[in-house]
């Protein structure tokens, strides 16, 4: 019998997955927000928050003093805390201004997709939460409030919640919900509700809060972390492979980013002469014109070498919302079905690096993450999807800037005929019958593959892999229960040249 993922209805309409932001001033964090407001047209966004982390938080203004051991501020020989604040900037308002860029070119990106949200949509979404303190969940905030209304909330779908700083507002939400309803009838079902709707998106735990509170008392919500995919991150440019050193230099950066409007003008690239908080000795990434030790010598913390100027800097958490794209790869139906952001690593808990995730500064930290993940990236036959997510975020950018319709290129439109799940028996032929369109009318080239994530162990031979008619052999030695992953992956020919995706999931029956 033939079912219909959540993700994909009847009618070819693909859901779009609910998703809260929460960040914090870093300025990849920054960077990162630039890219995810480009595919807002793909998502649900129910809220742009701000938070803190062990390496941003504001204080409460009345000059209380914080500190917790073995944080950035006492190493590298620095004794910096005890301190009222630590690297936040006096009127921090980074969301905001990525969202009123957003409404500069609302106009132009409605041409391309008739989906993207209205600006006044996502203003309304914009909270400040947890931020006072590194890990402090001891009282509610706008942020917390809204986090909380939302996992409580009857509206159908999974509730994805991403810490691209720390965990400490999405920690106060959960708490105030334990608060209300522990000692009530209704406790059961609503941690049952929240296990089942609940899917956090980290950025690692930078504040302790997911160590501490969320993960002894909420075991059962899924925690996604990701690995084998891009890296977004610091450092991508150090030993990239050479299909995508390209898309991370300052000539492409200046061309495809920089220069494209109020996003570009927004983002951070190497030695724009920008801090996101005033006198932040970690953040020398915007001084132009010095070498690692002068910079040194100049009272900065350098943990990476310098870059070319105007080359890339970093977009670190991207891995957590690339896999909630409309893209076709359907990768937010389950953490092991990969994608643009990687693949999360074991079931429902995921521990381990995520690519381009970590945003602890320190020297050893960074660099440590930085050879885990060459050194992964090299282990792993995962594909590598960086130069598709690139030149698609290329083309976004272009949309921002560009009022009609016929002057920037569109994705093809791929569709595989018939049910994305369906059911085969070991031995037997399964034809695949793709349709591809382009609404620009480029050439565009096809290609079906396995995306070997299933849970059959070994790959199939497909027939016709080049036509959109194919056909593909399932093995003798498959086993009732086991799945197979085939995509099917269109990219035309137009500039710069877009790819998208459908996957088709084949389960064999039992014998």
């Known amino acids: 019998m033939a079912t219909f993922s959540w993700a994909q209805h009847p009618s070819g309409k693909q859901a779009r997955p609910r998703i809260v932001i929460t960040a914090d001033p870093e300025l ?20 742009l928050i701000y938070a803190s982390s062990q390496f941003h938080w504001t204080g409460d203004g009345k000059g209380t003093k914080w500190f917790v051991p073995g944080r950035e501020y006492n190493r590298f020989g620095l004794n910096l805390c005890p301190c009222e604040s630590w690297r936040w900037a006096k009127d921090e308002h980074f969301i905001h201004d990525a969202v009123d860029a957003y409404t500069k070119v609302y106009s132009n990106l409605k041409v391309h997709n008739s989906n993207y949200p209205l600006p006044a949509e996502l203003k309304s979404k914009i909270r400040y ?18 986090i909380k209304s939302l996992i409580l909330d009857d509206k159908p779908g999974q509730l994805f919640i991403t810490a691209w700083g720390g965990h400490s507002t999405i920690a106060r939400a959960l708490k ?54 891009p890296n977004y991150g610091y450092g991508a440019q150090l030993n990239a492979k050479p299909e995508n050193a390209p898309f991370v230099t300052a000539s492409w950066m200046k061309e495809n980013v920089s220069d494209r409007g109020p996003f570009g003008s927004l983002y951070r690239v190497w030695g724009d ?43 670190g958490d991207n891995h957590t919302f690339m896999n909630m794209l409309g893209n076709g790869l359907r990768a937010y139906e389950s953490s092991s079905y990969g994608g643009w952001g990687g693949r999360g690593i074991g079931g429902r808990e995921s521990v381990g690096f995520s690519f381009g995730a970590s945003q602890d500064t320190s020297a050893s930290a960074m660099a440590t993450s930085l050879s885990t993940a060459n050194s992964r990236s090299r282990e792993s036959d995962y594909p590598n999807f960086f130069p598709q ?39 037997n032929k399964v034809r695949l019958n793709g349709a591809i369109s382009d609404p620009d009318k480029n050439a565009v080239s096809i290609n079906w593959w396995q995306f070997q994530v299933g849970s059959y162990p070994n790959k ?17 030695d498959a086993v009732g229960g ?17 790819t998208t995706y459908q996957r088709l999931i084949i389960t064999i029956r039992n014998k």
Request: glycine share 8%; net charge negative.
């Open 273 to 315: 002469g920008k801090q996101m908080a005033k006198g932040d000795i970690m953040d020398y990434f915007g001084v132009a014109g010095h070498t690692s030790e002068e910079l040194k010598k100049m009272g900065y913390v350098v943990w990476m070498p310098v870059q070319a100027k105007g080359s890339w800097l970093g977009e």
């Open 482 to 498: 086991q799945t197979i992953h085939l995509i099917l992956e269109a990219t035309d020919n137009g500039t710069p040249a877009l």
């Open 176 to 229: 105030s919900i334990q608060d209300q309803y522990e000692f009530t009838t209704q406790w059961e079902v609503i941690k049952k509700k929240i296990a089942r709707k609940v899917v956090l998106l980290p950025s690692g735990d930078q504040d302790d809060t997911y160590a501490t509170y969320i993960k002894p008392n909420w075991p059962d919500i899924e925690y996604r972390q990701f690995r084998a995919g």
């Open 28 to 47: 990849d964090d920054n960077n990162s927000l630039i890219r995810f407001l480009l595919y807002s047209s793909d998502l649900d966004i129910e809220g």
């Open 129 to 146: 939460g947890n931020i006072e303190f590194d890990g402090d969940i001891s009282k509610d905030s706008p942020g917390s409030d809204l």
């Open 389 to 427: 997510a690139q030149r698609d975020f290329a083309a976004r950018l272009k949309w921002s800037v560009t009022p009609k319709y016929a002057d920037a290129n569109h994705e093809p439109v791929v569709r595989i005929e018939g049910p994305l799940t369906i059911m085969a028996s070991a031995g």
């Open 460 to 476: 199939v031979t497909i027939s016709n892999p080049t036509s959109a008619q194919a056909e593909v052999l399932i093995p003798q």
